[in-house]
């Protein structure tokens, strides 16, 4: 893998391991207890995690497949990155893309866990085909923030998963 990239990968690693061990430690009850209605649980959160990483796994990999040339990184990209990433540091909530929004009522955590590990090493293979020539290059459409490059792509859901975490902290106490 791309010694630029394998930093961040590695800390997405990290943070999945800690999420997947905090649910897995909460008595069950706590697992899936929404604090309110249209509140998801911690299960919830997990699914919606695994979700999105598995919609940026299936753009990155629809993206490459079609072996178009990749546009240059443009001032405009950097700009909506850094807002993207700015705004998900923020204490706010926001309505999740329709894409992820949507979570079961009742979650498999194991299934779920299992689906995230197993899309992990879809990304992992990705980036360690990812040339180094492209990292430069916009390869991932991001609903809200446009095409990111894959640096900024994997940044996002690194601070996407930051985000969440002082809520699943909340829901798991």
Avoid at 50 to 74: F, H, S, Y
Avoid at 111 to 130: C, D, F, G
Wanted: aromatic share 6%; charged share 25%.
């Amino acid at each position: 893998m791309n010694a630029l990239l394998e930093p961040t990968f590695l800390r997405l690693e990290k943070q999945r391991e800690e999420f997947c061990a905090w649910v897995q430690k909460a008595p069950a009850p706590l697992q899936h207890k929404q604090p309110g209605p249209n509140q998801w649980s911690a299960a919830q959160v997990l699914f919606h995690l695994a979700r999105v990483d598995q919609q940026v796994v299936n753009g990155l990999e629809n993206r490459l497949k079609t072996r178009k040339a990749l546009k240059p990184l443009k001032l405009a990209t950097k700009v909506r990155s850094l807002l993207l990433n700015l705004l998900l540091k923020l204490p706010i909530k926001f309505k999740a893309p329709p894409q992820v929004r949507e979570v079961p009522e009742q979650v498999d955590l194991v299934s779920v866990m299992q689906e995230w590990k197993e899309t992990r090493e879809k990304l992992h293979n990705i980036l360690t085909a990812y040339p180094t020539q492209q990292l430069g290059k916009e390869v991932f459409f991001h609903p809200r923030a446009g095409m990111l490059t894959m640096p900024q792509t994997l940044t996002f859901l690194v601070e996407h998963t930051e985000h969440h975490r002082r809520q699943m902290r909340r829901l798991l106490s």
